[in-house]
């Protein structure tokens, strides 16, 4: 099966523009996953979606971060407006569907934003 | 709330030694613990995890972990490194209350394998 695609692999933006990010996870994984990490720092945590519905987006830096998931298929993150400190790379991750016992998350490659 | 630490940013060894990468815990529950690994431009790859059961857990490319509960530790090693161990390594927790729950990583360390 493929596996966690990622769109695009690499984005240059002015501070001030508009990125958005995407993110196909496998086919028939309810959970999906962003995380990111900015330079020199761990990789954090941003939010959960559960088919359509957001779970958890206790990770959200700011109200200028807003992900999607129309369909319960693929997810975007946008940022609007992009500021210096959102620079780092943008990880997308899917689970199966709940109630499993061994639900791995699926990591895509992830897209390198630097915002100048 | 749990957290990740791995002592050492970077770690060099020479090639044929052993690979020893340092991680520790704290959690509230039981955990699910990980070890992905990055290599150069590409995405996180799982070498490993421990859920339940046995403590010694292998994975893949010849790694293999131990969770030791009394030290909550869940360090990673290889016997002998191969040149093309050369990466960035993440150690990882997550809740365990579910499977599906959000992963919390530590800060990476970077495995240089000297020729």
Redesign the interface.
Known sequence: EAG?TQFPSHSVIEKGQTVTLRCDPISGHD?L?W?RRVMG?????LL?F?KESKQ?ES?MPNNRFLAERTGGTYSTLKVQPAELEDSGVY?C?S?RR?G???????????TRLTVL | AQSVTQLGSHVSVSEGALVLLRCNYSSSVPPYLFW?VQYPN?????LL?Y?TGATLVKGINGFEAEFKKSETSFHLTKPSAHMSDAAEY?CAVSGGK???D???????TSLSVIP
């Open positions: 966690v959970n996953y995380y720092k761990e990789i954090k945590f959960h559960v958890d990770g990880f991750a689970s709940t499993t016992t061994n639900n791995e998350q699926f990591f895509g490659p992830g | 992905y590409q995405g996180l790859q799982l995890k859920t993440f579910t499977s599906y959000k992963v919390i990583f530590g800060p990476g």
